[in-house]
């Protein structure tokens, strides 16, 4: 399926105790941490496709709460392969993100990813590789203080039909 001219980060997180601690994934292809991030598929929507690439990446066997973050970054047009299927004119595409509350969900890391850690916002931000990343993690780290999260949308695994094969983390 070809992609859409779009892309999505999902931003993990869970509560322990008082804090708040943030999944951050090393990604196989480029030794990079990140949160879960991917491309969108052609006449999917950003929420589509953020709930499919948490399931895929995590693993998630139940449902989660998804809440959309009101940060978007731009990423050059230039770095898809696809990019000759989208429109013309197009040089930049969106990148969306979520939020995915991940208190008490097991999770099973797919063949993309290498290793996970849970650090704190400040940790994670040192961590992280991509500045919309780090962005993303500040941002939902001040609303989860402000307990001023955006609505929450159910984040269900659809049957395991991707092609990484999930093991399971701590």
Known sequence: ????????????????????????????????WQAVAGDGKSGESPQQAAVREA?????????????P???????PARFFADRDSWP??????????????????????????????????KAASHLLRFDSNRTAVG???ERRLAADLARRVECRPASRSWGSTPRQTA
């Open 88 to 121: 013309t004119g197009t040089y930049v595409v969106p990148e969306y993100s979520f939020a995915a509350d991940l208190n008490d969900v097991g999770i099973k890391l797919s063949d993309e990813r290498t290793a996970l850690q849970w650090p704190d916002c």
């Open 1 to 32: 399926m070809p992609l859409g001219p779009f892309q999505i980060v999902v931003v993990p997180f869970r509560r322990v105790g008082a804090q708040i601690e943030f999944a951050v994934l090393c990604r196989q292809d480029m030794d990079v």
């Open 139 to 141: 941002g939902l780290h």
């Open 69 to 75: 973050l009101p940060t978007t970054a731009s990423i």
């Open 55 to 67: 399931c895929e990446e995590l693993g998630l066997d139940r449902t989660v709460a998804l809440c």
